[in-house]
């Protein structure tokens, strides 16, 4: 009902700079909270960033000044800005959107749905 296609990884030196961009489309009637997240080899899926739909931001202490992340609401579409990119950054990264779909089955109705991108890698060499 929803999908979330990536776009913008790849491999960079370390100091470079990256911009990942996911956009959001289906039978959405709102999206709350975007955002994004990473997992490194052997390691859990952590947060990066995220933000609401009024623009409020919440990120990990470790990419604070580094990363930005930005929507366009009228898009569907959610950013991530990443500057002085470390080796330890590398990993996937997924984009995460928090939506209200609409459902037709006889009857319309609405229900929250959590949705999940496909993932794309980061990799920045030393």
């Known amino acids: 009902q929803v999908q979330l296609v990536e776009s913008g990884g790849g491999l960079v030196q370390a100091g470079g700079s990256l911009r990942l961009s996911c956009a959001a489309s289906?039978?959405?009637?709102?999206?709350?909270?975007m955002g994004w997240y990473r997992q490194a080899p052997g390691k859990q899926r952590e947060l990066v960033a995220t933000?609401?739909?009024?623009?409020?931001?919440n990120s990990a202490d470790s990419v604070k000044g580094r990363f930005t992340v930005s929507r366009d609401n009228a898009k569907n579409t959610v950013y991530l800005q990443m500057n002085s990119l470390k080796p330890e950054d590398t990993a996937v990264y997924y984009c995460?959107?928090?939506?209200?779909?609409?459902?037709?089955?006889?009857?319309?109705?609405?229900?929250?749905?959590?949705?999940w991108g496909q993932g794309t890698l980061v990799t920045v060499s030393s």
């Open positions: 995460n959107a928090k939506t209200i779909v609409r459902v037709t089955a006889g009857v319309q109705y609405y229900r929250s749905l959590e949705v």
């Open positions: 289906g039978s959405i009637f709102s999206i709350n909270d």
């Open positions: 933000i609401t739909s009024d623009g409020i931001t």
